[in-house]
């Protein structure tokens, strides 16, 4: 699934969600073919953006960091199938495929995190380890990590939840409330692939923390160990935020993500308490509030998308108004560039 603008449609794409008017109509459904007449359509009534299907994308789109997603993925689940198998893992490929993604992020033109951008893709297990990795590289950076500990919590971040391979699936993808003996089996996973993964003497003691402390915080109320303050490593303590934050962002079979401006305000009200407070600050110091692609709410009642944002001014990103005060579409949209708005700003996401 990608967002994608509507002046980039092309005619046989599929949609991925239904599109919505103001007033939560729904003009067109998900799974719909597009055709030209729904592309001009949707032009016309002022409609920004929309998500379509990856395998209907027909230009090349260019992302906003270019990762090299696909080949970190398939290096990842490779070596998830060994230790299903039974094998020892060869962690030079993920160290060459993670040292690969940390040029990448270091190229990027702004190290804000366009969550639109990891968040547009589907299959959970894999895509969420493949965020946190980079989650995690990026607030390793600002935190001041050298490059060599950087590429050992990535290894770390994209093999964190490999002790899931061992906890019933049924238990993973149930929809209602876990028993309390299903909770306890769901709260071993993190020792599960500590034992699988520290007998192999390719894996970095770095890496082996954030396996084993991911879900441990600094007041102890965390798993598998209640772990306090400084018994947990940085690396540890790096991925319990990243992957809190991940895992509050993502839709799941029994809950529904919530938006990343919630999410940044839920790691904002936790620090100090669950998270360390300055790694908090790192993670925070990269990410913006509102994505590109957030639907937006101004101060005058104006709705818009989010088309740019950069961590200097992330609070006041450019937007594409797409309704007025009233909740009638615009004719014609209007970019505004609110750090340039003194009497403009956002008081929430839609």
Excluded at 121 to 143: C, E, K, M, Q, W
Excluded at 235 to 258: C, E, H, L, P, Q
């Amino acid at each position: 699934m990608r967002l994608i603008r509507v002046c980039e449609l092309k005619e046989g794409m599929v949609l991925a969600k239904d599109v919505l008017d103001n007033t939560g109509r729904i003009l067109l459904l998900e799974g719909i073919e597009l055709k030209d007449t729904f592309i001009d359509k949707l032009k016309h009534i002022g409609i920004f953006a929309v998500y379509v299907n990856d395998s209907t994308l027909i230009l090349p789109t260019t992302p906003v960091i270019p990762l090299s997603r696909s080949e970190t993925i398939a290096a990842t689940e490779k070596a998830l199938h060994d230790i299903i198998l039974k094998k020892n893992i060869k962690a030079s490929g993920l160290r060459e495929k993670v040292a690969k993604l940390i040029e990448d992020i270091l190229k990027a033109d702004t190290l804000a995190i366009l969550v639109s951008e990891i968040q547009s893709y589907d299959r959970y297990t894999l895509d969420h380890s493949f965020n946190v990795a980079v989650l995690s590289i990026i607030t390793g950076l600002t935190y001041g990590l050298p490059k060599d500990e950087l590429v050992e919590l990535g290894i770390g971040a994209l093999l964190h939840d490999v002790g899931k391979i061992f906890v019933s699936n049924s238990i993973l993808t149930k929809k209602g409330r876990l028993t309390p003996s299903e909770w306890e089996e769901i709260k071993k996973h993190p020792d599960f692939g500590y034992k699988v993964l520290a007998s192999n003497m390719d894996i970095s003691k770095e890496a082996l923390d954030v396996v084993k402390q991911h879900h441990e915080r600094i007041n102890g109320t965390g798993y598998p160990h209640g772990l306090r303050g400084e018994s947990i490593s940085s690396y540890g303590k790096i991925a319990m935020i990243t992957d809190a934050f991940d895992a509050m962002t993502s839709n799941r079979v029994y809950k529904k993500g919530i938006t990343p401006y919630k999410a940044i305000g839920a790691i904002k009200a936790m620090r100090g308490l669950l998270f360390d407070n300055n790694i908090v600050d790192a993670f925070l110091a990269k990410m913006s509030s509102y994505p590109v692609g957030c639907k937006v709410r101004l101060n005058t009642g104006q709705i818009g998308v989010v088309i740019k944002t950069d961590e200097i001014t992330e609070t006041k990103p450019t937007v594409v108004l797409l309704f007025d005060r009233n909740g009638c579409m615009y004719k014609e949209t209007k970019t505004v560039a609110l750090a340039k708005e003194r009497e403009l700003a956002v008081v929430g996401t839609l």
